[in-house]
């Protein structure tokens, strides 16, 4: 069983910025790489960025890239995605997910809110 738990969104207006964690507990060993993805109601959820556990590898959406930086603690078990210059669109629940070594994002947080004004 794997648990990861998500923190830190929130309301900001745009321009601001916000930090995400998430926490992995349980058995990560099997997983090779942390991502996050977000949803807009009405939209299909979206890849937004991850990171390797071991090399620390990092990929990102077009739409985040140069806004957004995904960052781990391996000793943790914790993924930060560290958001700024947030923009209207930018507005979604935000997930974690742990991908395996098959490439099957296998496991979900519940997600955190993240809320942009304008």
């Given at each position: ?5 998500e923190s830190g ?13 998430c ?10 790489h ?5 949803q ?6 979206e890849?937004?960025a991850r990171?390797s556990?071991?090399a620390?590898?990092t990929?990102?959406a ?6 957004f ?11 930060f ?9 930018d507005?979604a ?5 742990l991908?395996s ?12 809110q ?5």
């Amino acid at each position: 069983q794997v648990r990861l738990v998500e923190s830190g969104g929130g309301l900001v207006q745009a321009g601001g910025s916000l930090r995400l964690s998430c926490a992995a507990s349980g058995r990560t060993g099997s997983s090779s790489h942390m991502g996050w993805f977000r949803q807009s109601p009405g939209k299909e959820r979206e890849f937004v960025a991850r990171i390797s556990w071991s090399a620390g590898t990092t990929v990102y959406a077009d739409s985040v890239k140069g806004r957004f930086t995904i960052s781990r603690d391996n000793a943790k078990n914790t993924v930060f995605l560290q958001m700024n210059d947030l923009k209207p669109e930018d507005k979604a629940v935000y997930y974690c997910a742990l991908r395996s070594y098959d490439s099957r994002w296998s496991d979900w947080g519940q997600g955190t809110q993240v809320t942009v004004s304008s």
